[in-house]
């Protein structure tokens, strides 16, 4: 990972941002891609991976999820575990947070029925990244990762992700074993801001 993307600091933004702006982060909502897409699947086992503020740990266990959510962000997790507790036992007690690297932590295999990644910037390559975490989902289970392109394609003008790597769907799809996975959704959705790009959006499910 290059220097302006290490635990170092990501952890001055999340402080800087939290400092400057918690009233705004906290009233982020959980990602759109996600709610549309699992919001009828019957809840079990999660891994929110890069848990960020926690906005969707928060909302898969409201709806009966038992979440990990990883993120090497301390101050983040501080923020998401703390909202958490004013929500109440019933879903504070459905999370564990847990303090992890992504560019080396591993899940259990066949862990989650559902695994997720969003916006996270991945200090290996993707192809690496998306392997370890689909190693993660439970036969049946289902895998869900959303990346925000560095370039918009629209107007090769950066983006706010600009010098970061984060999921595409062409080395997502390659990643993921033919025979084991049915792909249900591999596509560039435009953002709702003019100007701010594409989301990369991968929605599969494991066969075995």
Excluded: K
Excluded at 36 to 60: F, K, M, Q
Excluded at 70 to 76: E, I, K, L, W
Excluded at 88 to 101: H, S, T, Y
Excluded at 181 to 192: F, I, K
């Amino acid at each position: 990972m290059t220097a302006a993307f290490d635990r170092d600091a990501w952890e001055e933004r999340w402080a800087r941002a939290l400092r400057e702006h918690g009233d705004a982060v906290a009233a982020i909502p959980p990602n759109a891609h996600l709610t549309r897409a699992v919001e009828d699947l019957r809840p079990g086992l999660a891994l929110d991976a890069g848990c960020g503020h926690g906005s969707e740990a928060l909302w898969l266990a409201a709806r009966g999820w038992g979440v990990t959510a990883v993120d090497f962000s301390a101050t983040a997790l501080d923020r998401a575990r703390s909202t958490a507790g004013t929500l109440g036992p019933d879903i504070a007690g459905r999370i564990d947070w847990l303090e992890a690297d992504l560019a080396g932590w591993t899940p259990p295999p066949g862990r989650y029925d559902l695994v997720v990644c969003l916006y996270v910037h991945m200090a290996g390559t993707v192809a690496g990244t998306v392997r370890r975490l689909a190693a993660g989902v439970a036969p049946g289970g289902t895998l869900f990762l959303v990346g925000h392109r560095p370039v918009d394609p629209a107007t090769g003008a950066a983006t706010p992700a600009a010098g970061q790597v984060q999921v595409s769907v062409d080395e997502a799809i390659a990643a993921l074993e033919p025979a084991g996975w049915d792909v249900v959704v591999a596509e560039d959705r435009p953002r709702a801001a003019a100007g701010t790009g594409v989301d990369a959006v991968v929605w599969a499910r494991r066969l075995r």
